[in-house]
């Protein structure tokens, strides 16, 4: 059995680059025409509604350097203003600002970026690229020993004084150890394919998650980050959807706790409007190429389960539960409490696109970053998302590194995270505002942003604009 599982774990991991998706556009909104945009003497800025008939000129003012960019824009784009009039330079990092970026009254989180994906990837130093397997397994060792230590030591004094203690940390350290198969299903864990599925399939199969059903799934949240209807992972609703849910259904979906506990639901039925199953081989999730994948997970998610069913008879199920069980749900938990915030909850409203407006650039960079303080180091700095979103294969461990060399590009575009106390209490703030105010989206419109329902919560709920 294990010589099978072992083989079986080296089937196709998600590569270290982009693959094409199935759905959507991955280029840098290649439906739009290029414009080169040319060196200006005076290093004015120009700004007009038609693109196609004027200039955006960029120059840090720097005589005889070359500032000139390649930038994917629509054809039209609205001023800020309701305008065309030239606007005084301002002057991001030695370079000219559009669109707002380096100023924080006409900044506009929707426009196009003044920069492409290669000139962040130009900014983050080449080690930060480098995956080194010793390193990574080093972290799965850790946290290994961590899960069995806690597990011995709860079971050794089992009194009430310590279980609550020992569910928050083995839930915690589950998390953890998700994390890790995260990187090994983006391939960022190392570079040897067998080496990430055979990690993969141990850590996550370990915590009851289906490693290549997942990781297809998740392959397709990152290729469509942003996309209302091509994005996977806490997408929005179109009002139509949304209003085709019964009262029950709207209620358990944003009074928290209940989100929280959405993962092992979403699954086995994906969200709504969404069908399909990350164990079925067949479902539309997937490719025929990939079912046999996806069948070798949901084997080896069957035997875990078994192997927990058996370990309730040895132990008892009372004791399981205990060891087990509520670690479990703690786990999934932080899963729905961290991805959510990811895409969701800050002060300013962070749009979402469809059709030509849409491009991977635009899409992550509505993605945020989150500090949780203590809890930063133990899951591996998953809060640091930004980068990981628009460069998956970057280890873990090089994130923080790179973000901090990404920012002078980025500018407006990255939201630096509130900081953390010890522990993320602040983020609960967050999490319970957004479930109050972010419902659904428009069913029309290629860049949105969140709408209200002012009827599930009473009045307290106000309509975003």
Not at 176 to 200: E, I, K, Q, T
Not at 380 to 395: A, C, E, K, M
């Amino acid at each position: 059995m294990a010589s099978w599982v072992l083989s079986e774990c080296g089937l196709r991991p998600l590569p270290p680059v982009f693959p094409r998706p199935r759905t959507g556009c991955f280029s840098n909104n290649i439906q739009n025409k290029i414009i080169r945009l040319p060196e200006c003497k005076s290093g004015a800025v120009v700004r007009s509604t038609s693109l196609s008939s004027l200039p955006i000129c960029l120059s840090g003012g720097s005589k005889g350097r070359d500032w000139r960019l390649k930038v994917s824009v629509p054809l039209k784009v609205p001023s800020i203003d309701g305008e065309d009039k030239g606007e005084e330079k301002k002057v991001l990092n030695g370079v000219n600002a559009v669109n707002g970026v380096g100023d924080e009254d006409d900044f506009d989180p929707g426009a196009p970026p003044p920069f492409r994906l290669a000139d962040i990837r130009a900014a983050i130093p080449k080690h930060c690229w480098v995956k080194d397997p010793w390193r990574s397994m080093s972290y799965v060792v850790r946290d290994v020993v961590v899960v069995l230590g806690l597990a011995v030591a709860a079971a050794y004094f089992n009194n009430w004084v310590v279980w609550p203690l020992y569910w928050v940390a083995q839930g915690t350290m589950f998390w953890a150890l998700f994390v890790l198969g995260h990187d090994c299903g983006h391939g960022s864990f190392s570079s040897n394919p067998r080496l990430n599925s055979v990690v993969g399939h141990l850590l996550h199969s370990s915590i009851l998650v289906p490693y290549h059903g997942w990781r297809i799934s998740h392959r397709t949240h990152h290729q469509n980050h942003g996309h209302v209807e091509n994005d996977e992972s806490w997408h929005p609703l179109s009002e139509g959807i949304y209003k085709g849910l019964d009262g029950i259904t709207k209620t358990m979906r944003f009074t928290v706790p209940f989100p929280l506990l959405a993962y092992p639901f979403y699954l086995w039925t994906r969200s709504p409007g969404k069908k399909g199953s990350h164990y079925d081989p067949g479902s539309d999730l997937f490719v025929p190429s990939e079912r046999k994948d996806v069948l070798t997970s949901t084997t080896c998610w069957s035997a875990m389960a078994a192997l927990l069913v058996g370990l309730c008879f040895v132990f008892g199920p009372v004791q399981m539960l205990k060891l087990y069980g509520v670690p479990y749900w703690i786990f999934v938990m932080w899963l729905d409490f961290v991805t959510y915030l990811h895409h969701h909850g800050h002060e300013q409203k962070l749009p979402w696109y469809r059709g030509k407006e849409w491009n991977y650039l635009r899409g992550g960079l509505t993605t945020l970053d989150r500090d949780y303080g203590l809890v930063n180091n133990i899951h591996h700095d998953i809060g640091t998302h930004v980068i990981h979103h628009l460069f998956p294969q970057i280890p873990h461990y090089h994130l923080i590194e790179a973000t901090e060399a990404a920012k002078p590009v980025l500018g407006k575009y990255y939201r630096e995270p509130k900081k953390s106390g010890l522990l993320p209490f602040h983020l609960i703030g967050n999490l319970v505002r957004s479930m109050r105010e972010d419902h659904f989206v428009s069913d029309t419109g290629d860049v949105i942003y969140y709408l209200t329902d002012t009827n599930l919560f009473g009045s307290s709920g106000k309509k975003s604009e």
